[in-house]
C-alpha cells in the first residue's frame, strides 16, 4: 500500500485516479511527506489496469499549490541537517515522473500556482486553469533559482516570455499562461467537478473537457511580447538593463526596477540555466537544477531571502555580493555533483557555453 498523510487525499473513482492536496491553510504548499505520498499514489496508479487517467487539484478558495515549503529547507540546512536537500531530491524525481507518466495526467488550476505548484502540474499533458489562476516562479525574490523542472519549461516559451517570467519572478494570470503554453485550457472553477465526473466515466480527455472549454481574455504580457523578445535576447543580466533603460516604456522601466531588487547571483545564474536548458530534456533539466540547488542552499542569498521574506517579512534583503559587477565563478554551481547525482544516468550532458 503506498503512504498516506492527512494533506494529500487519494481516490478512485471508477476509471480516475483523484489526488487531492489538502492543507489549503498552507496554500497547499507541499512538505516532504506530501511529495512522497503523491510520487508513490502515482507509480501505484501507473501499474493498476483499472485506473485510465489521473488528476490533481488543490482544495480551498486561494489555491492549487503555492509551492515547496522552502522556509522548512531553509531551517534543516540552517540546522546542518541534509533534509532539505532529501526533500528537492525527491520532489525533482517526482517531477521527472509527472513528466514521463504513462497515463493521461491532468491539473485542475486555481488561484496561486508557484514553485513546486507548477511542477505538479505543468510536466502533465493537460492543464486545466480558471480566471482566479496567479502563476509564478518567484525563487530570484529569495535567493533561490527556478526549479522543480522550469528551467525545461520556461526555456520553450517563445519571445522570451520565460527567462523575463524566471528572471523577474512577477506573476501572470489565465491569458498570459495560456498563451504561453503553462496551461492548455480554460475552465471556470464550478465546472471542474463535471469535468471530474466525465473523466470517471471513462470518457477520453478531450471529450470530457469540450463541453466547458471558454474563452480567456488576453493577459497583458500580449501587447509587450515584441519588446520582451527583444531585450531579453541579450545575452548577459547587465545588457537586459540597459536595453530596459533606453526602452524607456513604463513596463520596461518597472521590470528594471523589479529586477534590481532580486538576487544578482540568482539573476545570473538563471540565465545561464535557461539557455542551457533550451538543449536538454526535461531529466537533464531537473539534474542540473538539482546541482544548483543543492549549493545556492548553502549560500548567504538564499539564507537572506527566505529570512526578509517568510521570517522578518521586512522585504528589505541584503544580497551579497550586492552588484552584478561582483558576481563571479557561476561554473562551480553547475559542477556535476559525483555520487549525489539527482539521477544515476544524467552525468552526461549536451555542450554548453560557460559564459
Not at 498552507?26 to 502515482?42: G, S
Not at 540552517?78 to 517531477?95: C, H, P, V, W
Not at 540597459?242 to 539573476?267: H, K, V, W, Y
Amino acid at each position: 500500500m503506498p503512504p498516506t498523510d492527512p494533506h494529500v487525499k487519494t481516490e478512485k473513482r471508477g476509471s480516475l485516479g483523484l489526488l487531492t492536496l489538502d492543507r489549503p491553510q498552507a496554500l497547499n504548499a507541499l512538505t516532504h511527506v506530501m511529495i512522497n505520498v503523491i510520487a508513490a499514489q502515482l507509480q501505484a496508479w501507473a501499474h493498476d489496469e483499472t485506473v485510465k487517467t489521473v488528476a490533481i487539484r488543490g482544495a480551498g478558495e486561494r489555491a492549487f499549490c503555492a509551492g515547496g515549503d522552502i522556509r522548512a529547507v531553509q531551517q534543516a540546512v540552517a540546522a546542518g541537517s541534509a533534509a532539505g536537500a532529501a526533500l528537492l531530491r525527491d520532489e525533482y524525481r517526482m517531477n521527472a515522473l509527472i513528466g514521463a507518466y504513462s497515463k493521461p495526467y491532468i491539473a485542475f488550476l486555481h488561484g496561486i500556482t508557484m514553485g513546486g505548484g507548477a511542477g505538479l502540474s505543468v510536466h502533465g499533458r493537460t492543464r486545466l486553469a480558471d480566471a482566479s489562476l496567479v502563476f509564478a516562479m518567484p525563487e530570484t525574490g529569495i535567493g533561490f533559482i527556478p526549479d522543480v523542472g522550469s528551467s525545461h519549461f520556461l526555456s520553450r516559451i517563445s519571445d522570451e516570455v520565460g527567462l523575463y517570467l524566471a528572471l523577474t519572478g512577477s506573476p501572470i494570470g489565465l491569458g498570459d499562461a495560456l498563451e504561453a503554453g503553462l496551461v492548455t485550457h480554460a475552465v471556470a472553477r464550478e465546472d471542474f467537478e463535471a469535468v471530474i465526473e466525465r473523466l470517471s466515466q471513462d470518457e477520453t480527455v478531450e471529450n470530457a473537457i469540450a463541453p466547458f472549454v471558454r474563452k480567456a481574455a488576453p493577459g497583458p504580457l500580449r501587447d509587450h511580447r515584441r519588446r520582451i523578445a527583444t531585450i531579453f535576447s541579450a545575452q548577459s543580466v547587465e545588457a537586459i538593463l540597459e536595453r530596459l533603460d533606453r526602452d524607456g516604456n513604463d513596463f520596461a522601466r518597472g521590470t528594471a526596477q523589479t529586477i534590481r531588487t532580486r538576487s544578482p547571483t540568482s539573476l545570473k545564474l538563471v540565465l545561464r540555466q535557461l539557455r542551457q536548458a533550451r538543449q536538454m530534456d526535461l531529466k537533464q533539466c531537473l539534474a542540473m537544477e538539482f546541482r544548483l540547488a543543492l549549493r545556492v542552499l548553502h549560500a548567504h542569498d538564499f539564507r537572506e531571502g527566505v529570512r526578509a521574506a517568510l521570517v522578518d517579512k521586512d522585504r528589505n534583503p541584503k544580497w551579497q555580493p550586492p552588484s552584478l559587477a561582483a558576481v563571479a565563478d557561476l561554473n562551480s554551481y553547475f559542477a556535476l555533483l559525483g555520487n549525489e547525482e539527482l539521477f544515476d544516468a544524467s552525468a552526461e550532458q549536451p555542450p554548453f557555453s560557460t559564459r
